[in-house]
C-alpha cells in the first residue's frame, strides 16, 4: 500500500456520524438494505459536510465513510436483520481497488458484519476521469463478493451511455422519474421500459425518493419489487428506524 496515492494524501480526521435509510422488500415487507447517508457528529445535513472535501483530503473522508458506515450499523443492530448495508462510495478516491478496500474489510471483521452482505454505491452526478478505471473497481468488487450499485439513475453526466460501460449489479431509479409516476404517463413509459431492460440485464432495480402512496401503488404494478423514500421510512440517525408499507387498501387503486 505504500506506493498508493492515497495513502500519502495527508491525514484529515472527519467528525463522522451515520443515516441510516431502509430499501424495502415491498414482497416481504422487510428491510432488504439500509443507506449509510453521511451526516455530521450532530445530524448536520450532508452538504455540510461534504463541503469540507477537497481533492486532498477525498481518500480520506471516502475511508472514513466506510468505517463509521459499518462501525455504526452494527451498533444500530444491522447484523441481527439480515439486510444488507449500502455504502456510498467516492470512485475518484479509489486508487487501487484491492489496496483500498482492505481498511473496510478489516473493519467489518472487527465487528462482525458479513462482508458478503456490503454494497457499494456511486452516483452517476460525480464526473469521472477515468471510466475504465472505475470499471476495474466494480470488477474487482465484484470478484471480492460486493455487490455494487449505481445511484441517480436517469440524471447526472450519462445514463444509458453510462451503463453500457459500468454494469453494476443494482440500479436505483433517480427521482425525478419516480416524482408524480401516477400521473405521467411519460415516467410510466420510461420507467416500464427500464425495467423490462434491466430484468434482461439480471440488474436489480431500485426505486428512491418515493413520497406519496399512488407512486407507490405504480411502481408496485409496473414490478418494481424494492423502494425507498419518505413514504416507507426518513433516515434515522445513527439508528435503523422502523418501516411501513401504506395500508393494504389501498393497493391496487393505481391511477
Known amino acids: 500500500m505504500s506506493g498508493c496515492q492515497g495513502c500519502r494524501q495527508p491525514d484529515t480526521n472527519f467528525d463522522l456520524a451515520m443515516a441510516f435509510q431502509p430499501i424495502v422488500d415491498i414482497e416481504t415487507g ?4 439500509y443507506e449509510a447517508l453521511v ?12 463541503a469540507a472535501v477537497t481533492e486532498a483530503n477525498r481518500y480520506a473522508f471516502d475511508q472514513q465513510c466506510r468505517v463509521a458506515a459499518i462501525t455504526q450499523a452494527v451498533a444500530a443492530g444491522i447484523v441481527e436483520t439480515g439486510a444488507r448495508l449500502s455504502i456510498n462510495f467516492l470512485p475518484n478516491a479509489v486508487y487501487s481497488p484491492v489496496a ?43 470478484r471480492m463478493g460486493f455487490a455494487t450499485a449505481l ?6 453526466h450519462a445514463g444509458l ?8 449489479d443494482i440500479v436505483k431509479l433517480d427521482m425525478e422519474l419516480v416524482r408524480d409516476i401516477d400521473t405521467s404517463q411519460p ?28 407512486e407507490y401503488e405504480t411502481l408496485r404494478a409496473l414490478g418494481v419489487r424494492y423502494m425507498q423514500g ?26
Not at 161 to 168: D, H, N, V, Y
Not at 199 to 214: D, K, L, P, S
Open 100 to 142: 483500498c478496500i482492505q481498511l473496510t474489510l478489516k473493519t467489518a471483521a472487527a465487528v462482525g458484519l458479513p462482508t458478503d452482505r456490503l454494497v457499494f454505491e456511486f452516483t452517476e452526478n460525480e464526473e469521472f476521469a477515468d471510466t475504465a478505471h472505475v470499471a476495474n473497481i466494480i470488477d474487482t468488487y465484484r
Open 161 to 168: 451511455s453510462l451503463l453500457a460501460r459500468l454494469q453494476t
Open 30 to 33: 422487510r428491510a432488504w438494505a
Open 230 to 255: 419518505y413514504l416507507l421510512a426518513r433516515p434515522g440517525f445513527r439508528i435503523l428506524p422502523p418501516h411501513a408499507l401504506p395500508e393494504p387498501a389501498s393497493i391496487g387503486q393505481v391511477a
Open 39 to 50: 451526516r455530521g457528529p450532530n445530524g448536520e445535513d450532508a452538504g455540510q459536510v461534504l
Open 151 to 156: 445511484d441517480d439513475f436517469g440524471a447526472g
Open 187 to 214: 415516467r410510466r413509459m420510461i420507467v416500464e421500459g427500464l425495467i423490462a431492460m434491466f430484468a434482461r440485464m439480471n440488474i436489480v432495480v431500485v426505486a428512491e425518493g418515493i413520497e406519496t402512496t399512488a
